[in-house]
């Protein structure tokens, strides 16, 4: 499960090169979100613009990711592309999340608010 | 679990002789063969001119069908373990799932309710999502058993 993190000014962004979240690999992701984003403060940002395609145990996986962040850090998505957002959609998952079109506009968001 | 041999296919496509719009996927029940087998019929859907978007929809229903079998049928035999008959018409897919794994409860499928925003938003649930998914972009969809196994039945508009 390819996943890493790095920093980019006040947010913590998360990659990932997999071009599918699914049943196969839903709990490699939740176990390496868990360790990634152990410890770090603030904004968390999952960017999925690689990620072509995400099943419900995918989207239970990155719900998951979600209720095990400490307190003081959030998850938000960015650059879903038309078949995961379709499935956020659907789901009605997409109210849940903040979601950015991508890693960039989140960053933009911060530079807006100041 | 029976042992799965790197050697084994996880998935087969075959189409029909004289008729390239007629597939059959034989695909083995884990969630690597379900892997396989979603990305062959992609490819396969691709070279017939399907949208990006009706791809997409064709995964994402075939997914939730094929894990279901995979987690819940209780399969004796991996290899070859899902069945799934694909004719391509020019405004639908219609499909035919057929595995040798235990009945659904109650001999029919989850209703698949889709929960309210507030519900979802309280209990952040990170299951229950598959079955609405299935409703909500299938129609036609049928379950009966046959020959010892089930036979879900199914269509997929294609706009």
């Given amino acids: 499960m390819q996943l890493s993190r790095k920093t ?14 699914d049943a196969s690999v839903a709990i490699q992701f939740k176990d390496t979100m868990r360790s990634l984003t152990q410890g770090v403060q603030g904004r968390i940002i999952l960017d999925l613009n690689h990620v072509g395609f995400i099943d419900s145990s995918g989207l239970g996986a990155v719900v998951a990711a979600m209720k095990q962040l400490e307190p003081g850090q959030t998850l938000e998505l960015a650059g879903l592309t038309p078949t995961v957002d379709k499935v956020f959609r659907l789901t009605r998952m997409d109210s849940i999340f ?4 991508s890693a960039e506009s989140a960053l933009g968001d911060v530079e807006n608010a100041s | 679990m029976p042992h799965e041999t790197s050697d084994k296919a996880l998935c087969k496509l075959t189409v029909a002789k004289d008729e390239p719009n007629r597939m059959h996927l ?3 029940g884990t969630n690597s063969g379900v892997r396989s087998a979603l990305e062959e019929l992609s490819e396969a859907l691709k070279d017939r001119g399907c949208s990006e978007d009706t791809i997409g929809t064709v995964q994402i229903v075939l997914a939730e069908l094929l ?6 049928g209780q399969l004796e035999e991996e290899q070859d ?11 639908a897919l219609l499909c ?24 979802l938003e309280r209990d952040l649930p990170e299951g229950g999502f598959g079955w609405s998914l ?9 379950y009966n058993r046959e020959d010892g196994g089930n036979c879900v039945r199914f269509m997929i508009p294609i706009p």
């Fill in chain 2, 96 to 119: 035919e799932i057929r595995d040798k794994g235990c009945p659904f409860p109650d001999a029919r499928l989850p209703t698949g309710k889709l929960r309210a925003v507030e519900e």
């Fill in chain 2, 26 to 28: 034989s695909v083995a």
């Fill in chain 1, 8 to 21: 980019v000014g006040p947010l913590q962004v998360v990659t990932t090169q997999e071009s599918r979240i």
């Fill in chain 2, 81 to 91: 373990a899902i069945s799934t008959k694909l004719d391509l018409l020019g405004g």
């Fill in chain 1, 98 to 101: 903040t979601i950015h079109d």
């Fill in chain 2, 67 to 72: 894990n279901n079998v995979v987690e819940h």
């Fill in chain 2, 134 to 142: 299935i409703r909500m972009l299938t129609e036609g969809l049928e």
